[in-house]
């Protein structure tokens, strides 16, 4: 079995969709993103093609395709249809495998279930994404406590957005977790352009080493 991560966030729409497309690329991954709330816009699965460069054939498609922008709880409903637990399970694959969640960690797919407790059986690395900007500590800090008390594995926190020291350090110092690095927000995204700007933030062999 190759490298596996999982990707997840403080939040939604804070960038982790841009950070997996950047990883995928850098480790010559697979991209899943096992359910996928709202079809009407770009998904992020097609977000990825277009910011990795990569070939259709390396990403797989969605356990769930689910038709309303909203919580997948309620995205499933509205499909009249029920996220099952057993559909979202990891493929074995020889090459590495990004994984991305949907918004934060206590996301609900259903009246019992939430993306954290689908994390804790997976028992695979997990990148925390954080934003840097007002608010991130609490939250990042909450989330840290949350996979610590679900025994998620975690890999690391990779910061997006402008550089705040004091923030970052904080966050460190407080939640014990090793920080990757930052993706700094681009004005205008393209493959070439993303692929450098990871390279010149993030340590690639990190990754290669430290996951399973």
Not at 129 to 139: E, P, V
Not at 188 to 198: H, N, P, V, W, Y
């Amino acid at each position: 079995m190759g490298t596996r991560f999982v990707v997840t966030g403080t939040d939604t729409g804070i960038g982790k969709t841009i950070f997996s497309a950047a990883l995928t690329f850098n480790l010559g991954a697979t991209y899943w993103k096992p359910v996928q709330s709202g079809l009407d816009d770009e998904t992020d699965r097609e977000a990825v093609l277009r910011l990795s460069g990569l070939s259709p054939k390396r990403t797989l498609p969605e356990a769930y395709r689910l038709a309303a922008p909203a919580s997948p709880h309620l995205a499933a409903r509205l499909d009249g249809i029920s996220i099952d637990p057993a559909r979202l399970v990891p493929p074995d694959l020889l090459a590495p495998l990004i994984i991305e969640g949907a918004g934060g960690l206590l996301v609900p797919l259903s009246d019992d279930l939430v993306y954290a407790d689908i994390f804790a059986r997976w028992q695979i690395p997990t990148i925390l994404c954080a934003r840097t900007t007002l608010g991130t500590i609490n939250h990042t800090l909450l989330s840290v406590e949350a996979m610590k008390h679900r025994d998620i594995p975690i890999f690391g926190i990779a910061f997006i957005g402008e550089e705040n020291q004091e923030t970052q350090r904080i966050i460190a110092r407080m939640s014990g977790t090793r920080i990757l690095g930052r993706l700094p927000w681009m004005a205008d995204i393209s493959a070439e352009g993303l692929q450098q700007t990871f390279s010149a933030n993030f340590d690639v062999t990190v990754f290669m080493e430290g996951a399973r």
